[in-house]
């Protein structure tokens, strides 16, 4: 996977993830050095010129650093937690950008892993990478994870977000083992929801919003459900026991 600008090489290199090339702004060289110095004898490093970093990146202005690093992973239900406290599950969300900030969230906000269903877009994108903003490295990221995947399993519901006509997420106990599921901006969850069948523990949720407001970004839908069953676990573990008779 592709990392540009030194951000995405640091939080790489905090997670003990190695990169096998970097490659750095010959006339900026001198302001990376520090970073630079922390690769080890596994990394080929290499000075180049601005306008081959400029050809080669798909950022608006150059960055003084790019990283070619391995993917994590991969990642199934066999190697991250199951049945999780919270995992976020993806229903064509096919916007890297959202991708990228929705596993930033994840990581943010108490999350065991993120699986993306079909239709979703790559996470390791360059778009989703930088967006991610170095989560990319911190929660378990699931590929090719379908609704049937998440049916055949027990122990945990489905909280579904949908456009209309669900509770609102602090109304729903959120502190048990629980799946996040969001869908695409356009079509909403629908598709997602007809791949989970019959499952008997789906919940679903609306956030409420003001008249006459647009819906939300899918990636702020997740970050506010991700957050209120984050506090909804914070409140529990800390509430005061009661008295014993």
Request: aromatic share 4%; hydrophobic share 45%.
């Amino acid at each position: 996977m592709v990392a540009e600008g030194e951000d995405l090489l640091v939080a790489g290199l905090a997670h003990g993830v190695t990169p096998s090339v970097v490659f750095v702004d010959a006339e900026r060289a001198d302001e990376v050095s520090d970073l630079i110095a922390q690769l080890g004898p596994q990394t080929e490093a290499y000075a180049v010129r601005r306008d081959l970093l400029s050809e080669a990146s798909q950022l608006a202005a150059p960055p003084r650093v790019m990283a070619i690093l391995p993917q994590p992973g991969p990642h199934s239900f066999a190697t991250v937690q199951f049945p999780p406290v919270c995992g976020v599950w993806l229903a064509g969300v096919s916007d890297p950008g959202n991708v990228g900030t929705l596993v930033r969230s994840a990581a943010a906000l108490g999350a065991d892993w993120l699986a993306l269903g079909p239709g979703s877009a790559d996470p390791f994108h360059p778009r989703a990478v930088r967006a991610s903003m170095g989560a990319t490295f911190a929660v378990p990221l699931l590929e090719g994870v379908r609704g049937e995947d998440l049916a055949s399993r027990e122990g945990f519901r489905v909280i579904a977000a949908v456009a209309h006509d669900g509770v609102a997420p602090w109304q729903t106990d959120l502190t048990g083992p629980l799946v996040l599921a969001l869908g695409s901006e356009r079509e909403g969850l629908g598709p997602g929801l007809a791949q989970l069948g019959d499952h008997a523990d789906v919940i679903r949720v609306t956030i409420p919003q003001t008249r006459g407001a647009e819906s939300l970004n899918v990636s702020a839908a997740g970050a506010i459900l991700c957050a209120e069953a984050l506090r909804q676990r914070h409140i529990s573990e800390f509430a005061p026991s009661a008295p014993v008779a």
